[in-house]
C-alpha cells in the first residue's frame, strides 16, 4: 500500500510537476567489500523500500501510474550470494507502486514521466552522478520540445515539502523514536554500571552498542563518543581509544537507531562512581541549564528562546564559579561564554540524528509545534591549559542530552529513564555490573 507520507507529498506537489527519488547506493568499503547498507531517509519515508538501486517516482499528473518503483530485477543467482529482492512485482504487490519496472530501464522509461510536465521535485547535490544521469534525461526530454512536448524548466527542492512532513512526527513514527531513546536509555544505563577505571574507551562503547543491538536496533544511529578525561572536551570525539583514568570525568554520547528513526543521549559521569567539587560544580551547572530548558517546552515557544535560556543559565553558573568575569548581560552580548559553552542547545531529532527540517521560517525562529522532537544538550567544555581557570577544572567536558517530543500541553521527556542528577548518577554506578567476555 500506498505510504500517508508519499500522499500527502503528493497532494502539496505544484499542477504540472512530478518528483524523482533515489534510493541511496551501495558504497565500496576496500576491496570487493561495501559499508553496511543504509538507505536514503526520504527515499525510505515515503516508500519504506530498504534496497539500493531504486528510483521512486511521483507523477500526480498521470492518468494510471502515479507511483512508480523502478527496482532491481530479481535473480537467482545475486539471491544466493547477498539475499532476496523485491523485485517488479513486490514493488507493486508489497509497496503499492502503481507501475514498476527494472532499474536497467530508468533511461529508457522515466523520460515518459518527465515530459508534459514543467516542473521537476529533487534534490541536486545529493549524489553527483545521478544528478548527472538526470540533466541528461531532460536535456533528452528538451531536445523534443519542437514536437510538442514540454519538458521540466524549473527545478524544485524536494526537500521544500518532504522535510516540512518529517518535522512533524506521526503516531507510527513516534513509536519507533520513543523505541530508539528506550534502547539508547538502556545502553547509557549498563555503561554507567560498568565503567570503572582502568578500561578503555572502546571497551564502553561496544558494550553501549551490544546493548542496543540486543535490544533489536539495526546499528547505531551515529558514530559513538566515548571520551574520557581530555577527551570529554572535544565535542566529536570518536577514536575512543584512550584508557580511562581514575578520576577521569566519561562522556557518552550515544544512541541506537530502531526502524530507521536516532535515539540520541549524552550522559557525564565520574569514572571512579564520584565526582569531585570541581566535575560537580559544572555538572550542575550545565544540569540546571537542562533542566531550566525542558521546563519551557511548549507549543508556541520559540526555538531560539530555548538556546537563550540555556546560555543564560550557563553563563550565570560560570561567572558565579569565577570562570567568567563581569555583568551577565554584557557577557552574553560579547558572547564571552562561547569560551566554554559554543554550540547551540539543541537540534531536530527523527530519521537523521540531526534531522531535516528548516530552524526559521523566513526571518522568524520556528516556533514548536506538537508532533516535533529535538534534543536539549547544553554543555560546558573546559581543556586542560584554558586561561584564567584554576587547574581543578582542567579536562571537565560536561554534556548532558536528553530526547523531547512536544506535545498539545507540554513535553514528554523520552530518555527519562537514564540517571541525571548528581545523586542519580553515584547511586547507579554503585550498582556495578560485570559484563561477560
Excluded at 12 to 26: D, K, L
Excluded at 355 to 377: A, Q
Excluded at 383 to 404: C, H, K, M, Q, S
Aim: proline share 4%.
Amino acid at each position: 500500500m500506498k505510504q500517508p507520507a508519499l500522499i500527502e507529498f503528493m497532494n502539496r506537489m505544484e499542477p504540472g510537476s512530478v518528483a524523482v527519488f533515489p534510493a541511496a547506493p551501495e558504497i565500496l568499503r576496500n576491496a570487493d567489500t561495501d559499508y553496511e547498507f543504509r538507505q536514503n531517509s526520504d527515499f525510505y519515508y515515503l516508500t519504506r523500500l530498504n534496497e539500493p538501486e531504486a528510483v521512486a517516482v511521483l507523477a500526480p499528473g498521470h492518468t494510471q501510474h502515479k507511483y512508480v518503483l523502478f527496482v532491481r530485477p530479481r535473480n537467482r543467482e545475486m539471491e544466493i550470494w547477498n539475499g532476496l529482492r523485491t523485485g517488479v512485482e513486490g514493488a507493486i504487490s508489497e509497496y503499492g507502486a502503481d507501475a514498476a519496472f527494472e532499474i536497467g530501464r530508468l533511461d529508457e522509461v522515466l523520460p515518459g514521466y518527465l515530459q508534459g510536465n514543467s516542473k521537476l521535485y529533487y534534490r541536486l547535490g545529493l549524489y553527483e552522478s545521478f544528478d548527472h544521469r538526470m540533466v541528461s534525461l531532460i536535456n533528452r526530454v528538451k531536445s523534443q520540445i519542437r514536437g510538442g512536448l514540454e519538458a521540466p524548466s524549473a527545478i524544485i527542492d524536494s526537500g521544500n515539502i518532504l522535510h516540512e512532513l518529517r518535522l512533524r512526527k506521526s503516531e507510527g513514527d513516534l513509536n519507533n523514536i520513543r523505541r530508539a531513546a528506550q534502547i539508547s536509555a538502556e545502553g547509557h544505563v549498563v555503561a554507567m554500571k560498568t565503567c570503572r577505571p582502568g578500561m578503555y574507551e572502546y571497551e564502553l562503547e561496544a558494550i553501549i552498542e551490544y546493548v542496543f543491538r540486543k535490544n533489536g536496533a539495526t546499528a547505531p544511529a551515529y558514530q559513538s563518543i566515548v571520551g574520557s578525561g581530555f577527551n570529554t572536551t572535544i565535542l566529536h570525539y570518536n577514536t575512543n581509544t584512550k584508557q580511562i583514568a581514575d578520576g577521569d570525568l566519561v562522556l557518552i554520547d550515544a544512541g541506537a537507531e530502531y526502524g530507521m528513526f536516532a535515539g540520541d543521549i549524552t550522559r557525564t559521569f565520574p569514572a571512579n562512581g564520584k565526582f569531585t567539587r570541581a566535575q560537580q560544580a559544572i555538572y550542575e551547572v550545565v544540569l540546571n541549564a537542562n533542566q531550566e530548558v525542558i521546563k519551557m517546552i511548549k507549543p508556541g515557544v520559540s526555538f531560539m528562546a530555548l538556546h537563550d535560556r540555556a546560555v543564560e543559565v550557563v553563563t550565570g553558573g560560570l561567572l558565579e564559579l569565577g570562570l567568567l568575569k563581569g555583568e551577565k548581560k554584557e557577557v552574553i552580548e560579547k558572547k564571552e561564554y562561547t569560551k566554554f559553552f559554543m554550540h547551540r542547545t539543541g537540534h531536530w531529532l527523527g530519521m537523521d540524528v540531526h534531522d531535516v527540517g528548516r530552524y526559521k521560517v523566513g526571518d522568524d525562529w520556528r516556533k514548536i509545534e506538537p508532533g516535533m522532537c529535538f534534543t536539549v544538550e547544553p554543555g560546558i567544555y573546559i581543556p586542560a591549559g584554558t586561561e584564567e581557570v584554576g587547574e581543578e577544572f582542567y579536562n571537565i567536558g560536561v554534556r548532558i542530552e536528553d530526547d523531547l517530543l512536544v506535545t498539545q500541553d507540554g513535553y514528554e521527556v523520552m530518555t527519562s529513564l537514564v540517571p541525571k542528577t548528581v545523586a542519580e548518577v553515584e547511586a547507579t554506578m554503585k550498582e556495578k555490573l560485570q559484563m561477560a567476555v
